[in-house]
Structures are given as structure tokens and as C-alpha cells.
């Protein structure tokens, strides 16, 4: 299946920092991913998607340690991060912060934070905007992080709502205690708030400080822009609605703010089609839901916009010759 283009992440100096706060030898990381050795010097360097999510398993394995993740989410110091957090340290509150953060993260690079504030409570998902995974120890640690930010902001013990992993940790019981609840397995990486912890003050709200970053964010994201082509667009936009029911070209192309006939010219003119995205979507998560979820094929046809799980059925063995069952047996056998 052919990968979308120009899905970069940028790794450099705060890789290094971390990598040596977790006690993680580098050399030994980049040489097990093989990546040169110079990756993270000078202003870094922008790896494909394939190479990150190398990195982060070469830290898992190079670690040997369940813990990692929960180190990493932990461990993380503001000397590691950029004028984002900064901003988002300066909010008044939870809600703010994360939207702030969400909004930066959607703009300049391929992961994101999705912000669903609600009457009873928060929830913030982490997601990648091209795969439907993204590396096991960067959403741990991002939960990790959104949890000990909150708890440092407001200087207040918050426990959350809710947290949910398509993959827990082998030894979960770690995470139950810093969590202060237990895991639950889910499709994503969120975590959620309640309403109260969501809106409670954080004691480091500073907005003159706010104004004074805000101008530099604005640029950031403005010189970042959206160099996605239609095809990427239309695919990120994909993992989104599926799941809601919408996913037709009038929907989608209303979310990215064009006609539906621009969309299909647009696609057209990259030698791509509305329906050859939307069938590359929806394999790719239908993959990924059966090798790493325990939910039905109804569960899955659902959140992939079929009316019925046997269109789910036939789709499948058009795309893969198989049967989703015997995929998904296949994916847990494998090594």
C-alpha cells in the first residue's frame, strides 16, 4: 500500500535530553534504528513516520524497561520543549492548555491533539493524522505528560476520569498508581477529565506572558501551513468522520473547506479518486482494528461507515484475499 508523502517529524536536541535523562544509551538507540548517528545534532533532523516509529521501538527495546513510558511522560522538563508549552503553561486553565497545545500540534507536524469538552468531563485524544497507530511508549508517555502538566499546573493531585489504551503495558500496575485508576482498552490513546479538574485554575496562568508568545505561535503555524497533498487531507479527514457515519466526498469536502467537485478535481489531478482514498482508508484502520483490538467485525464495520458488517466482509477479501477473521488469527500468530 502506498504510503502518503511528506509526513515528516522533527527529532534533535530534546531527543538527546531525554534519551539521557532516561539513562538510555543513544548511540545504541540510533544504531538499532538504523539511523545515523548524527541525527539529533545541530537543528535536528525530520524523519519519515517508518524511521520515528523505528525510533521509538529502538528505545523500547534499547530500554528493556515497562516503566519507559511512564518515565518518559514524567521525566519531561520545559529546557525539552518549545514556545507550545510555554503557551500552554500560561493558560488559565486544562481546557485551554490542551486546545492550545492541540491546535499547535494539528499545524506542525503529523500528530495531534483531539479536545472534546463536554458538560461532565474532557476527554483529549492523541492521534497520528496519517496512521491509525502511533508508537505504544509516545501516546503512554503524551497521557503521562497531560496528567503530571495538570497535576503541576494546579498544583492539585488531579486523577482522571478516564484513561484508555489500545496497548497497555505489560506491567500496568505502575501506571494504575500514578494514574490513581485502572487502565482501559479502547481504539486510542485518550485521557479524560472531569469537568471540574478541566476548568480548575492553574496557579501559573500568566497572560501578559501569553500575549507575549502568542505572536511567535501565530507565525509558526502560519510559515507551517498545510503542505498535505489533497490525497493526505482527505485521508486524515477520513479518520475522523468514519467513525461518525460521514464519510462521503460532500462531508469530507466540507471539512477541509472546499466543494465537493474541487475535491474530486483536486484528487483527479494527483491521479487519485475519491473512492480509491476512501477504500485505502478504510483497509488501513480495518487492519489495524483487527490486529490490535478485540472488538466484532460489527463493531468495526461501524466504524468504518458501513451499513453492515457483510459489506465490511466482501470489502475485506477484495482488498486482501482474506477473510477479517483469519486476519485477524494470522496478526496474533505473527511474531
Partial sequence: MREPRDQTTHVGSAWRLLLRD??????????????????????????????????????EAEASDPTIALRAGSVASLELFDPALFA??????????????????????????????????????????????????????????????????????????????????????????????????????????????????????????????????????TEAGDTRSTREQVQAALFELLPSGRANAHEVAKELGMGTRTLQRRLAAEESSWLEVLNETRERLARHYLSTTEMSAAQISFLLGFEDPNSLFRAFQRWTGTTPESFRAHARHAP
Fill in 22 to 59: 532516561l539513562g538510555v544509551d543513544e548511540r545504541a538507540v540510533l544504531r538499532r534504528a538504523g539511523l545515523p548517528l548524527s541525527v539529533f545534532e545541530g537543528e535536528g533532523t525530520h524523519l519519515s513516520l517508518d524511521d520515528y516509529y523505528t525510533l521509538h521501538e529502538a528505545v
Fill in 88 to 221: 500552554a503553561i500560561c493558560s488559565p486553565n486544562l481546557n485551554t492548555a490542551a486546545s492550545r497545545l492541540g491546535q499547535f500540534k494539528r499545524l506542525v507536524g503529523p500528530f495531534g491533539l483531539d479536545v472534546d469538552v463536554g458538560a461532565r468531563e474532557t476527554r483529549i485524544t492523541f492521534r497520528c493524522k496519517y496512521r491509525p497507530d502511533v508508537p505504544r511508549n509516545r501516546g503512554v508517555s503524551e497521557l503521562v505528560f497531560l496528567v503530571a502538566f495538570a497535576r503541576r499546573a494546579t498544583r492539585h493531585h488531579i486523577t482522571p476520569t478516564h484513561v484508555v489504551l489500545p496497548q497497555p503495558p505489560s506491567d500496568d500496575a505502575p501506571y494504575t498508581v500514578f494514574f490513581g485508576r485502572p487502565l482501559t482498552r479502547g481504539d486510542a490513546y485518550a485521557v479524560a477529565f472531569g469537568a471540574q479538574d478541566a476548568a480548575r485554575p492553574f496557579l501559573t496562568h500568566n497572560e501578559p506572558m501569553w500575549k507575549a508568545f502568542e505572536p511567535s505561535l501565530r507565525r509558526r503555524m
